[in-house]
């Protein structure tokens, strides 16, 4: 019983040695952390101004500058449109012909019944 006890005195004796004041070669703690900085101020809101007045459509032309102007604006639909249809449409129409072959790229339904078995 008495080598218990001696063991325990020990230990205890070198549990207290060991949880001491700290060695002088251990580092101290360092500074603690600076404040945060403090939140900026609030931005102030910018003005707008308000949205331009809508401004009233122009009259219609009269008579007279419809007829000056009839001539120009055929020219015009004729240049887009002739353009468009007579160089551009048959070079996509042959393109697609091309791609989907004459028949085009849809298949034919099936003739009616043909799901039920009748013909």
Same mark, same amino acid.
């Given at each position: ?8 005195? %020990?230990?205890? /004796?070198?549990?207290? /040695?060991?949880?001491? +004041?700290?060695?002088? $070669?251990? /580092? ?11 939140? +900026?101020? +609030?931005? /102030?809101?910018?003005?707008? +101004?308000?949205?331009?007045? %809508? ?39 042959? $393109?697609?012909?091309?791609?989907? $072959? ?18």
């Amino acid at each position: 019983m008495e080598n218990r006890r001696i063991g325990a005195i %020990a230990l205890l /004796a070198m549990l207290l /040695a060991t949880s001491g +004041p700290m060695p002088a $070669g251990a /580092a101290e703690p360092g500074p603690p952390y600076p404040p945060p900085p403090p939140y +900026p101020p +609030p931005r /102030a809101r910018a003005y707008r +101004p308000p949205p331009p007045r %809508a401004v009233a459509p122009p009259p219609p032309l009269s008579p007279a500058m419809r007829v000056l102007y009839a001539p120009f604006y055929a020219a015009g639909l004729v240049l887009r449109y002739g353009v468009y249809y007579v160089l551009v449409a048959p070079f996509e129409v042959f $393109g697609r012909a091309l791609d989907y $072959g004459f028949q085009g790229g849809v298949e034919r339904p099936p003739p009616r019944g043909y799901d039920r078995g009748d013909r």
